[in-house]
């Protein structure tokens, strides 16, 4: 079973602030996958990264997957109330039948 | 495109009861995940049904089942409901490494 584990586990920021929140495995993934979810609906994809090494950026969101397609890592820039929410990591051997992390509860404060 | 839809949103049924929710995939989309959602467990994977086959199933006892019809739309059934099932499920299309959610149906069982 592949397992994932996101860090922080919960995060409380000011307007402005940056961060950085970790998706760690000890299994290689083919892909992993951000989502953003607001409480009661379904979690939102931010993106996909598929290469080792690979980054990439969403406005102020930055992503990047491991050389070793292990881990990845979310660094958000000058975040906004707006921000607020659980973010997971997710991944698997088809992105149907995908293994999530526990998520990270992210509060940007005014 | 029109997401995906799920229904009911929100659900209320008694121990013992079973209940049907159903999804309505992404116009295209041939796989279909199940997923259940609780504070204590994060997201954990049902089953996934691919051109109205099972193609893979998470570890959940045989009161949770689902199906697909030929027009890719799914629904999942619980049968003999235990206060535990109580959670949101998210229902998702995939194409290729990628995962749209649904808004979920919210499940209260009493």
């Known amino acids: 079973t592949q397992l994932l584990e996101q860090s922080p586990q919960f995060l409380s920021i000011q307007e402005g602030e940056n961060l950085t929140v970790y998706c760690n495995s000890s299994?290689?993934?083919?892909?992993l996958q951000w989502y953003r979810q607001e409480p009661g609906e379904g979690p939102v994809l931010l993106v996909t990264?598929?290469?080792?090494?690979e980054v990439k950026k969403l406005k102020r969101l930055t992503f990047q997957f491991g050389d070793a397609r292990k881990d990845s890592s979310l660094h958000i820039t000058a975040a906004q109330p707006g921000d607020t929410g659980l973010y997971l990591c997710?991944?698997?051997?088809?992105?149907?039948?995908?293994?999530f992390g526990d998520g990270t509860t992210l509060t940007v404060k005014p | 495109k029109a997401g995906v839809t799920q229904t009911p949103r929100y659900l209320i049924k008694t121990r013992g009861q079973q209940v049907t929710l159903s999804c309505s995939p992404i116009?295209?989309?041939?796989?279909v995940s199940w997923y259940q959602q609780t504070p204590g467990q994060g997201l954990q994977f049902l089953f996934e049904?691919?051109?109205?086959?099972?193609?893979n199933k998470g570890n959940f006892p045989g009161r949770f089942s689902g199906r697909q019809f030929s027009n890719s739309r799914s629904e999942m059934n619980v049968s003999t409901l235990e206060l535990g099932d109580s959670a949101l499920y998210l229902c998702?299309?995939?194409?290729?490494?990628?995962?749209?959610f649904g808004p979920g149906t919210r499940l209260t069982v009493l």
């Open positions: 998702a299309s995939s194409f290729e490494n990628e995962q749209f």
């Open positions: 299994s290689v993934f083919s892909s």
């Open positions: 990264v598929v290469t080792g090494g």
């Open positions: 997710a991944g698997g051997p088809n992105a149907g039948k995908s293994t």
């Open positions: 116009s295209g989309h041939r796989s």
């Open positions: 049904y691919f051109s109205e086959t099972q193609r």
